[in-house]
Structures are given as structure tokens and as C-alpha cells.
């Protein structure tokens, strides 16, 4: 296997769990689980990172410090982690990680 | 690179972190495991150990720190060389991790050229650990048994140092007799060899018998038993060692001597004393020396010197004859002899074969 072909296979993987990894983030946000929130949203922003999708690994930044305040606000942060995740998305599958390819 | 692989555990709660560090690393030609708990991960490594361990800072369950404190903690695991995984903005944690002895961190997202050097300069630490242990096992070597050089690095992990402490054993002084008198007559690379030749074969003697080399003085040597590991059978020991010494080494010594056409051959003393003494390494940064120090230890000097005055070559206190486990059917009464600093007198033995 090649480093395109992994890097490909990894994206896929990425794109195929993030939208359950986005569920699991409103879901925490909504119970007041900060702890849970937080560690949801490290794991997202090291991912997002890794593939170098800056403006989703900056989102979920904010939202893993936010963790650590009050609950008003996540609602919102988690908001604009998702749309990040929408905007990045194409320029994952052409890295040839489309799951449905 | 060495011809043998090095291994490296990744310990990451994220699949995408694992898969990328795994594939990275064995494209560099490292051997990997990869776990995805700080459980996991001591369990691993106390099976098999790493040469170096890659730890993510933020896991559920144990932490990355939870688990570098218990390696740090466990003398057989803490020389592994940890380095942390986190991301740039968990600046503190990092901080803290290398105050707890990680040896570096390697920040996310991966650089590879960064992972590279991270990854090689932990192999050069693990390296270089084994050659410190390698140069510390070496010298204890010189003058403590295998067994026992073996329980101290087992006891200290890398770091086996000799802590005092006041035990009961038994200690040896010897001494070559009429030496000094040869010496000055003889070219001095002559002396140094006779002297190697002399200090091998008694040296030999008390580690075989499992004593310990104190050190050399002039021609004389003194050596202790029950220390620094405890031993119960140390005044056995001593006996044993003192019958080598003088019984088969002495002679072989000796003829040697008269086969090199060096000299005659010579006499020995040898003291035993047993009881109460202190024991540790003491001196300077600089040099540093295992040394034993009491009454127990002026005792045994005190009685190889009485050997001048007696026929007899080794002179036995009554504390090591009262502290032997076997009785010894060779130890014969010579005197009462009252010592420095002792209201009662106490009975002297001799040795014989």
C-alpha cells in the first residue's frame, strides 16, 4: 500500500466516523457533560489536524476550552464545528478517501 | 541504526493517531505495538518492554500522566525513554509531564521529520541507559559477587547506589607477611605483578565465597560478609573464605612464586571479626569508595595483627564463632584477650585446616 493510498484510506475512515463523533459532541453539549465534551472535541481536533483541516481542528479547539467554562455557548460551538466538518468535506474525498467510492 | 530492531509502544485512545504513528514508524524500519489504554500499555510493557514508549497525554481511563508515573515509579520500567504525545495547545500538561521524567514530547498533528528525530533521540537515551547500566554493573562486579551486583540493579534499576546501613556481618582483614622487606628489593613492575597476582587469587577467594572487596591496602585486603545484602550464614562464609585463602590459594600463589624464581614464597594473617558495623558508599563525587566502618571492623584488623605474635594464621573473635550457623569443628581456643574499649575479655580462636 502506498502513503497516497493510505492517506486516502485514513480520510475515508475520518469522513465515515465524524458525523457519529458531531452526534455524540451536540449530545454531550446538550446533557452539560463537560468532561465528556471535551474529550470528544480533543480527539476531533487532533483528527481534523492530522489531514490538516485547520479551520475544523480551530473550532474544535474552541469548543474542547469552552468545555471548561459554563455551558452557555457550546450549543452554538458545536454548531460551527459541524458546518466546518460540511466545508472541509469535499477536500477529503479528493484526497480519495470517499467512502461511497 | 543498530542490526537489531528497535521497539517502539504507541499508546493513543485514537485509531486515526495509532494508524498514523504505526505506519510512520515502520516505514523509518522501527518494530510497533500499539495499545489504545494507559491499561493496556503497562500491561504490554511489563510483559515485554519498549525501547521507547510514544504516550497520549488526553485518554480515557489512566492518562498519559497517570501511566508515566507509574512507569516512573517501577524501578524495572523507568528507564524507558517516554515521549508524550499532545496537542500544541496543552502546553501545561507537557510541563508537567516532563517534570514527571518524560523525555520529550512530540506535538500533534505529526511532523515527520520531528517524529524522526524524536523517536531516534529516545533510542539514543534507551542506548544509552544499557551502556550505564553495562559500565555500573561493571564495576560493582569488581568487588561484589554476580548475585549480588545482580539484586542491586534488580533493587535500584539504574541507579544502584549504596545507601549506609548498619548491619551485623562479618569482616576479613589480610596480610601478607614480610612483604614490604621484598618489595624494596625488587624492580617495581616485579612488586605490581607479584601484588595483581596475589590480590586475583584472594579476590577470588571471597567472591566465590560471596563476600565483598573492600579494598586493598599496600599488601593487605579487607573484605566483608552479610553486607551489602544481607546474609545470615556470613560468618560461614568468612571461615570459608579464610580456609580458601590460606589452604589452596596461598600455596598455589606460592609455588608461583618459586617456579618464576621470584621468591620463596610467604606467610599470610588474616583476622575475623564479626558483629555490628556500618556500611555505604562514602567520598567525594570524584572517587568514591564501598566502605565499612566500627568496632567490628578495628577488631579484625586488631586480630591480623595479633597473628605476629601467635603461630597461628588466622585469629577468630568469639562473636563469629558464637554467630556461625555450622559449628566449626576447626576452631581451636588460644587466648582471652580483653579489647580496646571492652570491660569483659573475650576468647580468641585460631583456625585450623
Known sequence: MGDADFVGELAGNFLAEAPGQVVELRRAAERGEAAELRRLAHTLKSNAATFGASELAESCRALEHAADGAGDGWAELVARVEAELVSVTPALRELGGDPAR | MSLVQSRILVVDDDQLNRAVLTRSLENEGHRVAAVASGEEALGFLRASPADVVLLDIVMPGLSGVEV???????????????????????????????????????????????????????????????????????????????????????????????????????????????????????????????????????????????????????????????????????????????????????????????????????????????????SGNVGSDRRLEYMAVGDTVNTASRLESLTKEHPHAVLVSDSTRSLLIEPDDGLVFVDELRLRGKSEVSKLWALSG
Open chain 2, 68 to 278: 508515566l508515573e507509574e512507569l516512573k515509579a517501577d524501578p524495572s520500567l523507568r528507564q524507558i525513554p517516554v515521549i508524550m504525545i499532545s496537542a500544541l495547545d496543552d502546553y501545561e500538561s507537557v510541563v508537567r509531564c516532563i517534570e514527571v521524567g518524560a523525555e520529550d514530547y512530540l506535538p500533534k498533528p505529526f511532523d515527520p521529520v520531528l517524529l524522526r528525530a524524536r523517536i531516534n533521540a529516545g533510542l539514543s537515551k534507551a542506548r544509552l541507559n544499557t551502556l550505564e547500566r553495562e559500565r555500573v554493573r561493571g564495576v560493582f562486579a569488581r568487588f561484589l559477587p554476580e548475585t549480588v551486583v545482580d539484586e542491586l540493579m534488580a533493587r535500584d534499576g539504574h541507579d544502584p547506589r549504596l545507601g549506609g546501613v548498619r548491619l551485623v556481618g562479618t569482616v576479613l582483614f589480610s596480610d601478607l607477611r614480610g612483604f614490604t622487606t621484598f618489595a624494596e628489593a625488587t624492580p617495581p613492575d616485579r612488586v605490581v605483578e607479584v601484588l595483581n597476582r596475589y590480590f586475583s587469587e584472594m579476590s577470588d577467594a571471597i567472591l566465590d565465597q560471596g563476600g565483598t572487596l573492600l579494598g586493598y591496602l599496600g599488601d593487605g585486603l579487607l573484605a566483608v560478609f552479610g553486607a551489602p545484602i544481607r546474609a545470615d550464614d556470613h560468618a560461614d562464609r568468612a571461615l570459608a573464605a579464610a580456609r580458601e585463602m590460606l589452604w589452596e590459594r596461598l600455596p598455589r600463589f606460592n609455588e608461583w612464586l618459586r617456579d618464576e624464581g621470584i621468591a620463596d614464597g610467604f606467610r599470610m594473617g588474616i583476622g575475623v571479626s564479626s558483629g555490628p558495623f556500618m
